[in-house]
């Protein structure tokens, strides 16, 4: 076996870049991304990218899984594939800051994950026999455990994550351990009580009691979602598409015959809610023709 290079050769803009048929790619062009990061982060390099750190890219990390995700809600799998390599991006160039400060690199990333996937599915890699989703989740939460002794099992939840995310994660792991509802319906009646105290809540004035009961429903909706089966991020990022496209309308609708919000000089009041109504329910009923005349949604009416 030949020794291995003394160091990364440089990344020559003009060598050709061929890219494997589908059925033969097996991710060793990733050593071209490395090799343009590290060009943009040396010397000659590119200025902006030199200026960051951890710190700053955090805001890219974060915007680039948000446009996965846009992408995966789109069906559109052309932007996936882009939106992919420009998250991929950032694990990269994280990779590289972690090699500048003699911390990690990018092979070290890989490595530990290959390694945690390999110890985390003895029933694939071992002679564990599971039958169940279920069953493959509860042994990954107890190999986790094990690995990771004094940490709490919901040490790992990202406080970063969007409320509603974290609160599903919060529940399915409690869930794992036996810590939930037998059923639905028990979740159900959670709901109930929470709105109650809500209620009774908003009915006393007190703004630090109702900010805490109502963030008590949400957190009681979001554990329904779970038993029903519903990813709640997912469900009011979807109604909050609807309300908007249908108030696009709306929007539309004022622009043409009132000539916008306050009039064409923007000195006139707010025009009656019958008329944006009216324009509401013209939204509704364009939609649904547009779906080949299904009834309308009913959450239009709740998003409103």
Request: charged content about 30%; some cysteine.
């Amino acid at each position: 076996m030949s020794d291995p290079p003394a160091e990364i050769p440089r990344f020559d803009e003009h060598a050709p870049r061929p890219v494997p048929t589908l059925e033969l790619q097996d991710g060793a062009t990733l050593t071209r991304l490395v090799g343009v990061t590290r060009r943009l982060l040396g010397p000659g390099g590119c200025p902006w990218d030199r200026e960051q750190t951890f710190e700053t890219t955090r805001k890219y990390v974060l915007e680039e899984a948000c446009e996965v995700v846009d992408a995966i809600d789109s069906g559109d799998r052309a932007a996936l594939r882009e939106e992919l390599g420009d998250l991929v991006l950032q694990v990269v160039f994280l990779a590289e800051l972690a090699r500048a400060e003699k911390a990690f690199a990018i092979d070290d990333a890989i490595a530990g994950i290959v390694d945690k996937l390999v110890t985390r599915h003895p029933h694939v890699f071992g002679d564990l026999d599971v039958e169940t989703a279920d069953e493959v989740l509860r042994n990954w939460e107890q190999i986790k455990a094990r690995e990771k002794k004094g940490r709490g099992i919901l040490a790992g939840v990202p406080r970063s994550l969007p409320a509603l995310v974290r609160a599903q994660s919060i529940g399915e792991k409690v869930r794992r351990v036996g810590f939930d509802w037998a059923d639905a319906q028990g979740s159900r009646a959670k709901v109930a009580e929470e709105l109650g105290e809500l209620d009774r809540a908003i009915a006393s004035g007190d703004q630090a009691a109702i900010e805490e009961e109502m963030g008590d429903v949400f957190f009681a909706l979001v554990n329904l979602s779970r038993h029903v089966k519903v990813d709640a991020e997912a469900a009011l990022r979807g109604t909050i598409d609807k309300f908007s496209r249908r108030f696009a309308h709306v929007e539309a609708r004022v622009k043409a015959e009132h000539g916008g919000w306050g009039g064409p000089d923007g000195d006139q009041p707010n025009l009656p809610l019958d008329v944006l109504d009216r324009y509401w329910e013209e939204a509704k009923a364009g939609a649904a023709a547009a779906a080949g005349g299904a009834a309308s949604d009913p959450r239009d009416d709740e998003a409103r």
